[in-house]
């Protein structure tokens, strides 16, 4: 993250080029930077939001911080525990994390194309980019002293004094909030940031995760498109045989409309699928953030195998690395500095001024004050915090806040569990279905089929059993690559809830 340069050497340049030296001397003797100790607080405080420390660990009243740069290092450390910054982008999504075991694999480099098209070019993962940027802008001048204000005053008619006619004067003013106060708003707005910086990460995984749903649907749709153009060839024989039979005699002109009455039905189911592959696409392209119409490239084939995984596994994954529980638990951190801040507030700021008045020599010559002698004066002014009502409600506002924050942790854990828990289960079902269609369902079926396909030359079984077996077999073989379909996208779906 850039940040600003050295905060002490910061301020000094700034306050040489505002104000005298008066004010130079002031501001150097009451902004110094953090001591060792404060810096070493710091970026534990920052570590620890991500790591689920308890809050009673990081006490805010304590952490004093002076350099912008130690939040730098902070945000730095709290990107590597998580693996969720920038420089994620440039690597290979598709590889698999070695915190999880490889449940599915594709025997082409497409899909991770896609992906990596995706994170470059899709306009919500643009825009949480940008917030993020802004966000860490906004820390290099929160905890910066407001901007000092000159005035003027050019007198119509000179005021007389025994020293000459005053013409005009010109004054100075620099106000002097807590330096507590700034530090405690500048870490809140860091820890602000970080919390953006994760949830542009769970966005991150939750549009790879869509991509992927989409690209395991475009590919049962094309295997399901294929199975049927074989269907169709199957029941054209079958048909012909009909034709055969009906020739000789010995079936029915109704098996031969039974049969073009089923070649129809799959017609419109392939144009059904084919409609759906169209929108899939579209889908695919919206993700990416391209035009709808550009061309997907098919799927390759899909190895796709039940990982061995446990729920508690797959929850302390996501306890350790899903991005929007990391989110949750920096912005109680935020929510922490913005009650110091509230209660801060109560700090008075400080008001120095200095003006400086423009004397004309034109008094004669006197042994009690000095003729034509510009005067100064310096002033300083406090204000007073006596409306103690109004504190306290700002206190109460950030303590709720902060309350809010600590319960949505977990919300977010408990939701997140039971996510798991339901794509589990339904990669175990569909990893269970896919086998019970592969392994006994479908031979089955295709056994009967062929059978009723023997006895129907024979004369034994009516077309109508034919054309039953047949459906049954079709319905079958589109649920087994449905069933595959369903296990990679769960398998997906986990891999984003866990956070890799």
């Known amino acids: 993250m850039e940040r600003c340069k050295n905060r002490q050497g910061g301020r000094r340049t700034d306050v040489q080029l505002r104000l005298a030296g008066l004010w130079c001397l002031l501001l150097c003797a009451g902004g110094g930077c953090a001591t060792q100790q404060q810096i070493a607080t710091s970026r534990s405080v ?19 911080v002076g350099d912008v740069q130690v939040e730098a ?58 917030e993020y940027q802004a ?5 290099c001048y929160i905890g910066r002293l407001p901007d000092p204000t000159v005035g003027a005053n050019i007198f119509a008619s000179p005021i007389e004094t025994a020293a000459g006619s005053q013409r005009a004067n010109v004054s100075l003013t620099q106000m002097l909030p807590s330096l507590a106060r700034l530090n405690a708003q500048e870490q809140q707005a860091c820890f602000e940031s970080l919390a953006l910086q994760q949830i542009w990460a769970a966005e991150r995984l939750k549009v790879i ?23 169709q060839e199957l029941l054209t024989s079958l048909t012909d045989v009909a034709n055969s039979r009906v020739a000789v005699g010995r079936a029915s002109q109704g098996d031969v409309l039974i049969g073009t009455l089923e070649y129809s039905r799959l017609e419109e189911q392939l144009v059904t699928l084919q409609q759906q592959v169209v929108s899939t696409k579209a889908d695919i392209n919206r ?13 390759g084939e899909l190895d796709v195998r039940l990982p061995d995984w446990t729920h508690g596994m797959l929850k302390q994954l996501a306890v350790e690395r899903q991005p929007e529980i990391a989110a949750a638990r920096i912005r109680v951190q935020a929510a922490r500095w913005g009650l110091e801040v509230a209660r801060l507030k109560r700090r008075p700021d400080v008001s120095l001024n200095t003006t400086w008045f423009a004397i004309d020599d034109n008094r004669p010559t006197s042994m009690i004050v000095d003729v034509g002698q510009d005067a100064w004066s310096v002033g300083a002014m406090v204000n007073i915090p006596l409306w103690q009502d109004k504190n306290d409600a700002m206190e109460f506002e950030a303590g709720w806040k902060h309350s809010a924050a600590a319960s949505s942790v977990d919300a977010v854990i ?68 449905r069933a595959l379909g369903q296990l990679a996208t769960a398998v997906a779906r986990i891999r984003q809830a866990t956070g890799t």
């Open 46 to 64: 920052a570590t620890r939001a991500v790591a689920g420390v308890p809050e009673d660990h990081a006490p805010v009243g304590d952490v004093q």
């Open 73 to 130: 290092e902070a945000i730095h450390q709290v990107s590597h525990v998580q693996g969720t910054s920038e420089a994620i982008a440039t690597n290979d999504v598709g590889s698999p994390d070695p915190a999880l075991p490889t449940g599915h694999r594709t025997s082409s480099d497409t899909l991770s194309q896609l992906e990596q098209a995706a994170i470059s070019g899709n306009p919500g993962l643009r825009r949480l980019e940008q």
């Open 135 to 139: 966000a860490k802008a906004r820390v």
């Open 209 to 231: 995760g869509e991509l992927r749903a989409r690209w395991y649907r475009l590919y049962v749709l094309q295997k399901q498109i294929d199975t049927t153009v074989a269907n």
């Open 287 to 299: 993700l990416i953030g391209r035009a709808a119409e550009t061309e997907v490239p098919q799927p």
């Open 414 to 481: 408990q939701r997140y569990d039971a996510a798991l828990r339901d794509l589990w289960e339904q990669a175990r079902a569909a990893d269970e279905t896919a086998r019970l269609y592969q392994m006994t369902i479908l031979p089955q079926a295709r056994q009967t089929l062929a059978a009723d396909q023997g006895a129907y030359s024979n004369g034994d079984v009516e077309f109508d059993r034919i054309v039953n077996d047949f459906r049954n077999v079709l319905t079958l073989e589109l649920g087994y690559h």
